[in-house]
DNA sequence: CACCGAATACGTCAAATGTAGTATATCCCT
DNA sequence: AGGGATATACTACATTTGACGTATTCGGTG
């Protein structure tokens, strides 16, 4: 039995799909709906057994993009399938971004639904046929990211403090930087130690991991 | 009627192939195999009116991805899908660039094959499990230019290696793994530990930088 | 010059990590 | 049925790291 939860604001529609699901009594077990992203994650709280989840995109409160970003940080066993009528490029990119890998559209017939449940539970990436030939598209032509790099945040890191995280990232110990570096394994780790307060984080791996992501290293 | 061309350098398989398009007489009428991408090309120009193309990649003279390149530039109107062993995400990376609209593994069964054939007609774009996740992969995290997929290296790390290393990258210390996966904190150790010797690094933050350089999380 | 940020260095204690074992259960494949 | 890979869990000990202090030196700038 696939244990499937459901987020759809309308409730007509939210009604239709579960009389989808209602198609395959032994198959599926329908367990909840959430009116918007909060409100699914919320029931997730209390109860997270659920293999997949059908998310549709456009809900108030929080949509479903951002809900499956969270969903997928936190319950990485549950699989999300987009279920929307919107399939524009921008929508399936920022959905598969936040970690969804299914895309059906609204209007396919419940059996499509069905081997969508089946075939993501498998290890697949099921997509209506008009997605995924724009899925592929995106692939033929990335997106190109970093324009809008709102990093107002400097972070103002040493050259040295720099030239430590760089060594760190290669998996060298504090004695081993020290060596490289020619000054005392306690220098090291107090330069280590005052990035964390300049990053904000709390050990070695979060601090090279965001030195990383914002080009800093 | 469905017409379909094999590309597939070793008789053996192109006959097995050929076998499994047998099992479909009502649905797809084979019409000739080329031995590498150049003699299939040059069977095409004699006759091109082939709905879908299977195309394997390895083979000499003329691999798969060239010959995929070339005919979706001058027949447009073919569908080309990748059949064949290779499934790391560099060769789907550019099988996909190169236009071909399917990867189907050659050890899917014969109905696989046929479903696969009728969705890249429909607009879809048929794969394999596995080839789906990594194309997904591939879209959350575009290939950098200047990257060399030398990955022969399959380390072959476990399911539960790799959702330990991902919850590693991100900063959490072994507690907290373990409260995430419900599993010990000495569990969380050992997996650790196992992935060392797989990826031959002895700390976490050596492990946790091979396997992003190889993609395994 | 006086100040300040950066770099250097050391000490201490608690917590996290690396290494090396052992052990059990399950699942898959032969 | 048995073997291999995987997942689970534990003990024990040595080393590394995180957090907190203190302190000296040097280079540039107001």
């Given at each position: 039995m696939i244990k499937v939860a459901v987020a759809e604001d309308n409730a007509l529609l939210a009604k239709s799909i579960q009389e989808k699901l209602g198609f395959f009594p032994d198959d599926i077990r329908y367990k909840f709906r959430g009116i918007n992203g909060k409100d699914l994650i919320q029931k997730l709280e209390a109860?997270?057994?659920?293999?997949?989840i059908l998310m549709?995109?456009?809900?108030?409160?929080?949509?479903g993009i951002e809900a499956t970003s969270i969903i997928s940080q936190n319950y990485p066993h549950i699989k999300i399938i987009m279920l929307t009528v919107l399939d524009d490029e921008n929508h399936i990119f920022q959905a598969i971004r936040a970690g969804a890998n299914g895309y059906i559209l609204k209007d396919e017939p419940p059996q499509k639904l069905l081997s969508g449940i089946k075939e993501i539970l498998g290890g697949g990436a099921p997509m209506s046929a008009g997605v995924a030939l724009k899925a592929l598209r995106l692939m033929r032509n990335p997106i190109q990211e970093?324009?809008?790099?709102?990093?107002?945040?400097?972070?103002?890191?040493?050259k040295r403090e720099t030239e430590v995280l760089q060594q760190l990232s290669k998996g060298f110990d504090y004695k081993q930087i020290a060596e490289f570096l020619h000054i005392s394994p306690a220098t090291v780790r107090k330069h280590i130690e005052n990035t964390y307060s300049k990053l904000q984080v709390h050990n070695k791996m979060e601090a090279v991991q965001k030195a990383n992501k914002h080009r800093l290293i």
């Open positions: 109860d997270s057994n659920i293999d997949v549709d995109i456009q809900m108030p409160e929080m949509n970093g324009e809008e790099e709102n990093s107002q945040e400097s972070f103002s890191l040493s």
